[in-house]
């Protein structure tokens, strides 16, 4: 490609979590540091010693969805295409402007709809074929995530993509639509991941042995775990010159991002990738490492994953680590929406000015000396923020905002 690249910049945030609904109600939870762990009542939990997850239990997708049937969507897509609408609105748009122009729609995901697989409706046998109740294989399609948006909103100039890259998948689908904006590939682009709590994935993190018994606790002494959640992240972003052309509201503007994937083992982090992503990070924002305010770190509460996280920030940071902080403590672990929803946190923080607390903290492991905000958030004057995305498999992905100011009026 070649030319002058274009500016990119949040305008619009959609946000479903077990702390709030919509992007008011979730940036006075994180301001609050409230925590969404509860008892699961999604699937039966027989025969688990303990199920707390981060259950959203207030959700109305009849609310948000009325150009499709709601039932025709899995509830994964449903929180996918309610975050799109909020977006929408809340970037000053109406549905016919955004149908008005050629646009993206990447939302990355953990497990499709996989929840869908836990309340079968039955197995059906016929001539002796085994066949899904037809609802449900209909609904699981993970592509619908994306397809759903794009119905939902009537848009027919649009490339659509759902990204499968497990728990990184969020910034990968927000690094592809920054990408996509840049280049002028597109006008808008409407990003982020969605994932719906699941019998399956439940069980595979509790036979790991790496669900926390109570509640998620990010770097501390005593940390038990993950607690599994659920929920969308979408965040409307389109060039800076679009933006300030209609005078939109600016969340914050998307510096560049990194990528790595070193599929060294099937669920454990590697060190050195991590590093590596970081630094392809502030190499394509264009920043150093002593530019970063604060890093919303992957911190899932693991006892591998935060020695690992915190090992390789120290080796690209060295001694001095700003402030690592891991909102998983309150929304739990959202899966593909993860790092969508941290990169609608960092671009609130951005925004008003505060750092989000890491919750449920009493004692910080020596191997993770880090300050992570233990359970108060701080005011805080950002400048840059980076979010990190970690996921099975060695995939990576890790995102890099900046605050965007107003420039002053020229002078008479």
């Known amino acids: 490609m070649t030319g002058a690249r274009h500016r990119v910049v949040v305008t619009g945030l959609g946000v479903v979590t077990s702390i709030g609904t919509g992007v008011d109600a979730f940036a006075a939870g994180l301001r609050a540091g409230r925590s969404g762990a509860k008892p699961i009542t999604a699937f039966d939990t027989t025969g688990f010693a303990y199920s707390n997850a981060c259950e959203i239990t207030d959700f109305d997708p009849e609310a948000w969805i009325t150009e499709q049937s709601p039932d025709d969507l899995g509830r994964a897509a449903q929180f996918a295409v309610a975050a799109s609408r909020m977006a929408v609105a809340d970037a000053g748009l109406t549905e016919e402007q955004v149908r008005e122009v050629r646009s993206l729609v990447s939302v990355g995901t953990t497990d499709g709809e996989s929840r869908d697989l836990d309340h079968l409706t039955g197995l059906q046998v016929n ?20 397809a759903g948006i794009v119905r939902e909103l009537g848009l027919e100039d649009v490339e659509t993509v759902t990204v499968p890259t497990a728990c990184a998948a969020g910034n990968y689908a927000v690094g592809y639509g920054y990408d996509a904006i840049s280049s002028g590939d597109v006008e808008m682009a409407l990003c982020g991941g969605a994932d719906a709590l699941c019998r399956k994935t439940f069980t595979g993190f509790y036979r790991l042995g790496t669900i926390a018994p109570d509640v998620c606790r990010p770097f501390d002494a005593d940390r038990q775990g993950i607690l599994t959640g659920e929920g969308a992240g979408i965040l409307l972003m389109e060039s800076l010159e679009s933006a300030l052309a209609r005078g939109a509201r600016i969340y914050a503007e998307v510096l560049g991002y990194g990528l790595s994937c070193d599929a060294s083992h099937p669920v454990a982090p590697d060190r050195d990738s991590i590093a590596r992503c970081i630094t392809a990070a502030h190499r394509n924002a264009g920043i150093e490492a002593a530019d970063v305010d604060f890093i919303s770190a992957h911190g899932t509460g693991t006892k591998a994953n935060d020695v690992t996280e915190v090992g390789a920030i120290r080796q690209v940071f060295g001694a001095e680590l700003p402030r690592t902080v891991s909102i998983k403590s309150m929304i739990g672990h ?4 993860a790092s969508a ?8 923080a951005l925004r008003d000015g505060f750092i989000p607390p890491t919750v449920n903290h009493r004692t910080t492991d020596p191997e993770c000396a880090v300050d992570c905000v233990p359970n108060e958030a701080v005011e805080a004057d950002l400048r840059v923020v980076q979010n990190n995305g970690l996921a099975f498999g060695g995939n990576n992905a890790v995102l890099v905002l900046g605050r965007w100011d107003t420039p002053a009026p020229a002078a008479a």
């Open 341 to 348: 929803l941290a990169s609608a946190a960092c671009a609130l």
């Open 334 to 337: 959202t899966m593909g929406a």
């Open 127 to 146: 001539g002796g074929d085994d066949v899904l109740d037809a609802v449900v294989a209909r609904r699981v399609w993970p592509g619908r995530l994306s």
